[in-house]
């Protein structure tokens, strides 16, 4: 059983549409990242949060909006998403954001923008 | 240039064979190295971390070389089940911003 857990693992949403992207985990870990990753391209880094503090924005559209209300919760805002933003949405955490260590991914949410 | 840079495959190889990845990265404040697999419509999951010494788990071997800013992946004895694609990761020293390559898909057939 993996300890980031991803909700919805699919979601298939009009661009008019309103939804978010929930993940949590189990690891006592205090950072927190959203990836996106799209077919054939490399996983791209959207946000990260250390101790709940937005730490990283890496130049996301702002249709898109993550909320971190403690270390063990990371949720991603969709609204007026367009079909491109179809993608594998990755969450992942790591102990601590200074340490350099691996990160552990959660199963991904597979998103469809009709 | 692109921060890591891997060739992207397809590594088709028979079952026993020896295959070699390699991955180079343009940032040569990166710290931290690491190969991910990733199964076909799974999440990426830690194959081995790389460290200056080199390193081995079982048939599979790291190797880093800061000098030329490239690390590499062995794999002996190929499996069936090693088919996956393979992510060389990067790490700089300030923040926890992981940095993947494309990855390298490797098919291994009976």
């Known amino acids: 059983e993996t300890g980031v857990t991803q909700t919805p693992r699919h979601l298939v949403m009009g661009m008019t549409n309103k939804k978010s992207l929930k993940c949590e985990q189990h690891l006592g870990h205090n950072a927190m990242y959203w990836y996106k990753q799209s077919a054939k391209k490399p996983l791209e880094l959207m946000f990260v949060?250390?101790?709940?503090?937005?730490?990283e924005n890496n130049s996301v559209p702002s249709r898109f909006s993550p909320e971190c209300p403690n270390s063990s919760h990371l949720f991603l805002h969709l609204h007026t998403l367009q079909p491109e933003d179809s993608a594998l949405y990755l969450c992942a955490s790591s102990p601590d954001r200074e340490l350099n260590t691996e990160a552990f991914f959660g199963q991904g949410t597979r998103l469809t923008v009709v | 240039r692109k921060e890591v840079e891997q060739d992207p495959g397809p590594f088709n190889v028979p079952e026993g064979a020896t295959v070699a990845f390699n991955c180079t990265y343009s940032?040569?404040?990166?710290?931290?190295f690491f190969w991910y697999r990733q199964d076909c419509r799974k999440e990426p999951k830690l194959l081995m971390s790389v460290y200056s010494s080199g390193n081995e788990d079982g048939r599979f071997t790291a190797q880093l070389n800061r000098a030329s800013q490239y690390i590499s992946l062995l794999i002996r004895d190929s499996k069936l089940s090693d088919s996956a694609t393979y992510l060389c990761v990067v790490n700089t020293l300030y923040g926890n911003k992981l940095v993947f390559g494309a990855g390298t898909i490797l098919r291994v057939k009976s």
């Open positions: 949060y250390n101790f709940k503090e937005q730490t």
């Open positions: 940032n040569s404040a990166s710290q931290s």
